[in-house]
């Protein structure tokens, strides 16, 4: 049974940075795109990242700069380093398996077949 695994979220301060990683079980994510997700309290959840199975990678314009996608393979992880965070970014965010193996979209929320229960971060002074 698969099953997405998301840790790493927590409290710092604007500017700071966390790591979030996305484990799974019963699944390869090596031949897998994985994206990233995020929701804010009222709002819509959103794309925040995704890499494909040959390792290209997207980003969320509010994102882009800040954020960097990767994967072990080793581990069986795909992991968000979050940089100069901000207030905004405040969010539960959540991973997820794309359809597509060679294919990432941001937008496209219906192309996940799988998603992990979330970890909140929260960036606050």
């Known amino acids: 049974q698969l099953q997405l695994v998301e840790s790493g979220g927590g409290l710092v301060q604007p500017g700071g940075s966390l790591r979030l990683s996305c484990a799974a079980s019963?699944?390869?994510?090596?031949?897998?795109?994985i994206g990233w997700f995020r929701q804010a309290p009222g709002k819509e959840r959103e794309g925040v990242s995704c890499i494909t199975r040959g390792n290209n990678t997207i980003y969320g314009g509010s994102v882009k700069g800040r954020f960097t996608i990767s994967r072990d393979n080793a581990k069986n992880t795909v992991y968000l380093q979050m940089n100069s965070l901000k207030p905004e970014d405040t969010a539960v965010y959540y991973c997820?398996?794309?359809?597509?193996?060679?294919?990432?979209?941001?937008?496209?929320?219906?192309?996940?077949?799988?998603w992990g229960q979330g970890t909140q971060v929260t960036v606050s002074s």
């Open positions: 997820a398996v794309s359809r597509w193996d060679y294919v990432c979209s941001l937008n496209n929320q219906q192309g996940y077949a799988y």
């Open positions: 019963g699944f390869t994510l090596n031949y897998a795109a």
